[in-house]
């Protein structure tokens, strides 16, 4: 018996009983008796009525395989969930287990990363119960200069998300940081594995700072959570699950229709376009104003002699963004 | 005592006597003499003579690390050689250790490949002693947007190695085939892990037939080896050298120079330009004429309307190779 099964069965408004549940799931009462037992252990509350049966009451905020799939309406993405208390990375996990076979669409959350990892080797702090550590194993087929696009794809999904959910007026810092106001609540670290002509997988590392309850005062100036941001904690599985069917539409238009109709999307939401940015570029520091982002990923800088640049790549600084 | 040290002491022309040996090593000669007894076990042929010591006369064709490290003038590619009797594949095997920790310039060889790969997932056929199955392994301060180049140098560097060596009119079919008149002499599969800004190592598998002494009759048409060409076989360890230092010549210009020089002198050698080619682009077949090798590594193709493509994967077929 599948524990989300029964969750599926139990999240009705009315009564179920233990005789229905037990010839739903074909299996003996004392089971279905079992893996309630469990789940209440593990903070679910179920109301239980003699004579009348079972209801779920409420969840409690674990990103368990069971919540993660219960209400989820991707057709690909998710198809295989991997949940854990505790890894070092998920993207790590997600290499590991894609040089295993893992398939296109794999999901892999943790609710602590011990060796989390940011952008260019830095360290990504992920505490137990604070964020939404998770990773995204893509099998595209096709070549590695596509792979830029994932990225930008994934910053959008994420803001989308967020927008949607709890209506924070969160955005896009160039190229995949999400932001609210001028703080950062997401970070997405993407890696890949691929010959020239052929991407072996993409690994897309997102965190999202859900229920962070209060940052350094060094990090203050540039890092939120959603939950300071509403003043309470949110449930952290339906965000996941609203972001993941964000992704896979962007994703299925992109590499599936081969419409790259989200770059307009993503220019509307993204705070740097407009700003003044500063970023080393032929060694040298130069200052701008970012004007576009083009199909390709890259930042198009206008200087002030009116030339533009276009980056590709590192570290931008955006005035008015992260305390600069 | 390195068996190396020990093999440049005695590749000079006149003897060198036990003591000697021993002094510059600083080990007893005892250790010397077992160490000599173990490289006439492997085919060196070391001519001895009581009052003056000892001469190597001739090596035999292994590609053992003592062998490739001798007479070997690159500046960083081989700080760490890595060979074997047998490896799955060497690709694999350089993937593995990159994961480890192997540092940029290992070279990954082995005398058979049980499971050789080529591009796309194909069967690449390895026997022992017939090629120069390899792998070299780099790690780049760099995008993944400048590994297409690292493909072009590497099959440069071949067509330059096999010029140089044997006076072969050897030549390379886009984008790193390397061919002796219309038949393949060498195939290469660079494979990468990255992030979207930053190379984490490429690996480059490069498998030379060097004296495969015949070819199953369907693929005579379109497959030859050194050995083929010039009516004997070569010596593996002297050509695997020459290609390290081509390929780190040319690796330096454009990596650390940042000159892209080598574009000229690929496209020199290109047999691909001038001639009529077809592939598969946006979904059909076209054909034309190749025209232009790019800086990025793509082909650009003129087309019977004088209109042009560029084209940056996949097959090409060239009329006059491979028996098309």
Redo the contacts between chains.
Sequence with gaps: MKTDDLLQLLSTDSFVSGEELSRSLGVSRSAVWKVIRQLREEGYKIESVTNRGYKLVSSPDVLSEAEIRKGLSTKVLGSMISASQTVDSTNEEAKRQAALGAPHGSIFVADQQTGGKG??GRVWVSPPGEGIWFTILLRPND???H??AI?LLAGLAVCKGIRNQFGCDAKIKW?NDVVIGSRKVCGI??????????I?YIAVGIGINANTPSFPEELQVRATSIALELGHPIRRCELLQEVLLEFEQLYDAYFVQRLPGFIEEYKNWCVTLGRTVSTFHAGKEISGTAIDVTLEGDLVVQLSDETTITV???EVTVQGIYGQ
Tied chains: 1, 2.
Aim: aromatic residues 0%.
């Design positions: 952008r260019l070549a590695p200069v792979a830029a990225t190229p670290l993407t890696e890949m594995a691929a010959e020239m002509e052929r072996h590709n790549s590192g």
